[in-house]
C-alpha cells in the first residue's frame, strides 16, 4: 500500500513562510504526479499545487499562485511544497496526493496568525 507522510506544517506569523515535505514510500514516485491538496475549516478541499512527473511542469491555485513553489526530489522520493507571505486564509490542512489516484496522506496543519 503506497504510503505518503507530510510534514512541515505549524503555527506561523502572517507574512512568513513555510516548506512542507510529503515523503512517499511503495511507490514508484519518479513515474508519478504529485499534488498538494489543503481544506480550510468548514469548506471544501482545494488543489494548490501540481507537479508532473520527470520533467517537472508546475501549476497552481489561484489563492497561492505567485507566492509558492512545488517541487521534487526523485532521488528521496519527496514532494515539497513552499508557501511564502502566508496569510490566515492559507490555514487549514495541507494533503499530498499521488495525481490522479485516492492515495492520500493524514496532512499536516498550517495555522497562520495575524
Known amino acids: 500500500q503506497v504510503q505518503l507522510v507530510e510534514s512541515g506544517g505549524g503555527l506561523v506569523h502572517a507574512g512568513g513562510s513555510l516548506t512542507l515535505s510529503c515523503v512517499a514510500s511503495?511507490?514508484?514516485?519518479?513515474?508519478?504526479?504529485m499534488r498538494w491538496y489543503r481544506q480550510a475549516p468548514g469548506k471544501e478541499r482545494e488543489l494548490v499545487a501540481t507537479?508532473?512527473?520527470?520533467?517537472?511542469?508546475?501549476s497552481y491555485g489561484d489563492a497561492v499562485k505567485g507566492r509558492s513553489s512545488i517541487y521534487r526530489d526523485d532521488a528521496e522520493s519527496t514532494v515539497y511544497l513552499q508557501l511564502n507571505r502566508l496569510t490566515p486564509e492559507d490555514t487549514g490542512v495541507y494533503y499530498c496526493?499521488?495525481?490522479?489516484?485516492?492515495?492520500w496522506g493524514l496532512g499536516t496543519q498550517v495555522s497562520v496568525f495575524s
Open positions: 496526493n499521488v495525481g490522479n489516484s485516492n492515495f
Open positions: 511503495r511507490l514508484a514516485f519518479g513515474g508519478s504526479e
Open positions: 507537479i508532473s512527473k520527470r520533467t517537472p511542469i508546475r
